[in-house]
């Protein structure tokens, strides 16, 4: 049985790091391979968001789309209708006191009218505020919504194509043995696998926020009854449990395409074939090499904790630097220049660990796969690594 290591690849991919970036190191060089590595991992990386979800924030919601407005005694019409409004006192007492009660009072309000005025005066109730639900989502906003929406949906279809193209153009670059690079060419080359790998990339990316939303909201759907049975406020655990449900649901989901993702492109390159053909290869390198597969996500998880712990590290030491590291993170080329070469590495470590799948995974050599299978017996086989 063959073994498939995780740690040789890794020493390896540090090797062609040092020598495709820093053996010389030519800075016109490193900037097209930076922008060509931004437009690789475009919408991948980048500053996140923590949202804390409770009763509060629906509460803050609420209030939000129904504003509630006090309007106080300002208006001379409310005024008119408060003083013209009979307010009664609520009482507990029985019937028969309330009744004797009542007696009373007429009585001495006969003998003593103004007296009864003023003891009315004084135990009348100050008038409540009346408060008006004005909806903040009028017509305008909902108009105002629609364009937002289309733009951000295009927004996020240019950005799957671009970064379909910045996967295959940064492949090309690592695997180009020559230290001439040239954007337009790459950009050339990329436009056959590249437009048929973002064909595959928009219906799997909107199928699975989809399938996403539908299966989470199912879930919520059927927990907030059942826990309102056994608490009061159910709706903060029924969201989490919902969530946590909908991602185990998913993880084989995610395997598949994540795996698509990081050896995909790969193949393509390697045998030229079109997405579909290789999603259907990928499909049958799972069901027979799960286990190195798992091997590699757990290393390379591990891989991305070590990182982002020294990064955290480096942060709080030069905290002193806070403006500067936000604008690092935030700004869309800026962090693809310092982060490059760990951006290298990433690609380069997966290029390693697919050559042990075999020849069809190794894009580092130039032949085709295919035609090798047809060569008479004998003849020597074409291809060399590419160094």
């Given at each position: 049985?063959?073994?498939?290591?995780?740690?040789?690849?890794?020493?390896?991919?540090?090797?062609r790091v040092k020598g495709r970036l820093f053996r010389p190191f030519e800075p016109m060089?490193?900037?097209?391979?930076?922008?060509?590595?931004?437009?690789?991992?475009?919408?991948?990386?980048?500053?996140?968001?923590?949202?804390?979800?409770?009763?509060?924030?629906?509460?803050?919601?609420?209030?939000?789309?129904?504003?509630?407005?006090?309007?106080?005694?300002?208006?001379?019409?409310?005024?008119?209708?408060?003083?013209?409004?009979?307010?009664?006192?609520?009482?507990?007492?029985?019937?028969?006191?309330?009744?004797?009660?009542?007696?009373?009072?007429?009585?001495?309000?006969?003998?003593?009218?103004?007296?009864?005025?003023?003891?009315?005066?004084?135990?009348?109730?100050?008038?409540?505020?009346?408060?008006?639900?004005?909806?903040?989502?009028?017509?305008?906003?909902?108009?105002?919504?629609?364009?937002?929406?289309?733009?951000?949906?295009?927004?996020?279809?240019?950005?799957?194509?671009?970064?379909?193209?910045?996967?295959?153009?940064?492949?090309?670059?690592?695997?180009?043995?020559?230290?001439?690079?040239?954007?337009?060419?790459?950009?050339?080359?990329?436009?056959?696998?590249?437009?048929?790998?973002?064909?595959?990339?928009?219906?799997?990316?909107?199928?699975?926020?989809?399938?996403?939303?539908?299966?989470?909201?199912?879930?919520?759907?059927?927990?907030?009854?059942?826990?309102?049975?056994?608490?009061?406020?159910?709706?903060s655990a029924a969201l989490a449990l919902s969530l946590f449900l909908t991602f185990c649901?998913?993880?084989?989901?995610?395997?598949?395409?994540?795996?698509?993702?990081?050896?995909?492109?790969?193949?393509?390159?390697?045998?030229?074939?079109?997405?579909?053909?290789?999603?259907?290869?990928?499909?049958?390198?799972?069901?027979?090499?799960?286990?190195?597969?798992?091997?590699?996500?757990?290393?390379?998880?591990?891989?991305?904790?070590?990182?982002?712990?020294?990064?955290?590290?480096?942060?709080?030491?030069?905290?002193?630097?806070?403006?500067?590291?936000?604008?690092?993170?935030?700004?869309?080329?800026?962090?693809?220049?310092?982060?490059?070469?760990?951006?290298?590495?990433?690609?380069?470590?997966?290029?390693?660990?697919?050559?042990?799948?075999?020849?069809?995974?190794?894009?580092?050599?130039?032949?085709?796969?295919?035609?090798?299978?047809?060569?008479?017996?004998?003849?020597?086989?074409?291809?060399?690594?590419?160094?």
């Amino acid at each position: 049985m063959k073994t498939f290591h995780v740690i040789d690849p890794f020493f390896r991919s540090i090797e062609r790091v040092k020598g495709r970036l820093f053996r010389p190191f030519e800075p016109m060089f490193y900037l097209k391979l930076a922008f060509i590595a931004w437009l690789a991992n475009m919408g991948q990386y980048g500053a996140g968001f923590n949202y804390k979800f409770d009763q509060e924030n629906f509460n803050a919601i609420r209030r939000a789309l129904t504003r509630e407005q006090a309007v106080t005694e300002k208006s001379p019409v409310l005024q008119a209708a408060d003083r013209n409004t009979d307010y009664q006192k609520v009482t507990f007492e029985p019937s028969g006191q309330r009744a004797q009660s009542s007696a009373q009072q007429n009585a001495d309000a006969n003998q003593n009218p103004s007296a009864a005025a003023a003891d009315m005066d004084e135990d009348e109730p100050p008038p409540p505020p009346e408060t008006v639900l004005t909806p903040t989502l009028s017509s305008v906003s909902v108009l105002l919504a629609i364009p937002i929406l289309l733009i951000g949906t295009a927004l996020m279809i240019l950005i799957l194509w671009l970064a379909s193209r910045g996967r295959f153009m940064f492949i090309s670059a690592l695997t180009d043995s020559s230290r001439e690079l040239s954007i337009a060419e790459k950009w050339r080359e990329s436009r056959a696998p590249g437009n048929s790998f973002f064909q595959w990339m928009l219906p799997a990316a909107f199928g699975t926020m989809l399938f996403t939303a539908a299966i989470g909201l199912g879930f919520f759907c059927i927990l907030n009854p059942i826990l309102g049975i056994l608490q009061t406020d159910p709706v903060s655990a029924a969201l989490a449990l919902s969530l946590f449900l909908t991602f185990c649901l998913l993880l084989p989901v995610i395997f598949v395409l994540a795996t698509f993702l990081e050896f995909g492109p790969l193949l393509m390159l390697r045998r030229k074939i079109t997405v579909w053909p290789a999603f259907k290869q990928i499909l049958a390198l799972i069901f027979s090499h799960i286990l190195p597969l798992l091997k590699y996500y757990i290393f390379l998880i591990a891989l991305y904790l070590g990182v982002g712990i020294c990064l955290l590290i480096v942060m709080v030491l030069t905290c002193f630097l806070c403006c500067l590291w936000l604008a690092i993170l935030y700004l869309p080329f800026l962090w693809v220049l310092l982060f490059l070469p760990l951006l290298t590495l990433k690609q380069y470590f997966t290029m390693e660990f697919a050559k042990q799948f075999g020849d069809d995974y190794n894009v580092y050599l130039r032949d085709d796969p295919a035609a090798r299978k047809e060569l008479p017996a004998g003849l020597p086989e074409a291809g060399t690594p590419v160094e």
